[in-house]
Nanobody, 115 residues
């Protein structure tokens, strides 16, 4: 069983930056991939970013050029650097680990972009 704990969310003004962290209970290299999704109020959870075990990355079109996913194998931590934040980025952000047949999810961290 794997545990994921997100942190780093908060309130930020439009144009600002935040870095989310996801601490994982075992080596992030042991998973097929790690990623981030988000869920805004009244909306379905949507894909944000993904990083494979070979460190290839892909992003939702809405965040390309603004968000960057990365990992630190020594710290068993995955990050999501978010720049030039917009009000429409407001959501609960969830980290996940791709275990193959299913994903393991963290509890989420709230990001609010507002002036």
């Amino acid at each position: 069983q794997v545990q994921l704990v997100e942190s780093g969310g908060g309130l930020v003004q439009p144009g600002g930056s935040l870095r989310l962290s996801c601490a994982v209970s075992r080596s992030i290299g042991s998973f097929n991939a790690m990623g981030w999704s988000r869920q805004a109020p009244g909306k379905q959870r949507q894909f944000v970013a993904r990083m494979s075990s070979r460190a290839s990355t892909n992003y939702a079109d809405s965040v390309k050029g603004r968000f960057t996913i990365s990992g630190d194998n020594n710290k068993n931590t995955v990050y999501l650097q978010m720049n030039n934040l917009k009000p429409e980025d407001t959501a609960v952000y969830y980290c996940y680990a791709d275990l193959g047949p299913r994903n393991a999810w963290g509890q989420g961290t709230q990001v609010t972009v507002s002036s």
